[in-house]
Nanobody
Framework: VQLQASGGGLVQPGGSLRLSCAASGSIGAINNMGWYRQAPGKQRELVAVIISGGNTNYADSVKGRFAISRDYAKNTVFLQMNNLKPEDTGVYSC???????????????WGQGTLVTVSS
């Protein structure tokens, strides 16, 4: 299984970016999909998560500015980030809880990080 993330870059404060993360491989089912970020010198933190039923959860710092969504057919999760602030700068990584084909247990898989820099 691979998770391929894309969409990071440099943006000015107040700007927007959209991150994508596509899961591929021998996937039986995907439960949660989410985004985490790690700012320089800080621990990784949860940004947003969407579960298989469509419920979402956000870090307080991004509520009202970020929106997570999912394309179930394409095993892809998106993170629309609006009104970006310098404190949103960091490496954003996607995570998915996946059950492989022919198995019954699930485990988390990580994609490679994509750097988001918010600066004027």
């Amino acid at each position: 299984v691979q998770l391929q993330a894309s969409g990071g870059g440099l943006v000015q404060p107040g700007g927007s970016l959209r991150l994508s993360c596509a899961a591929s491989g021998s996937i039986g089912a995907i439960n949660n999909m989410g985004w985490y970020r790690q700012a320089p010198g800080k621990q990784r933190e949860l940004v947003a998560v969407i579960i298989s039923g469509g419920n979402t959860n956000y870090a307080d710092s991004v509520k009202g500015r970020f929106a997570i969504s999912r394309d179930y057919a394409k095993n892809t999760v998106f993170l629309q980030m609006n009104n970006l602030k310098p404190e949103d700068t960091g490496v954003y990584s996607c995570n998915a809880e996946i059950r492989l084909l022919g198995t019954v247990s699930r485990r988390g898989y990580w994609g490679q990080g994509t750097l988001v820099t918010v600066s004027s």
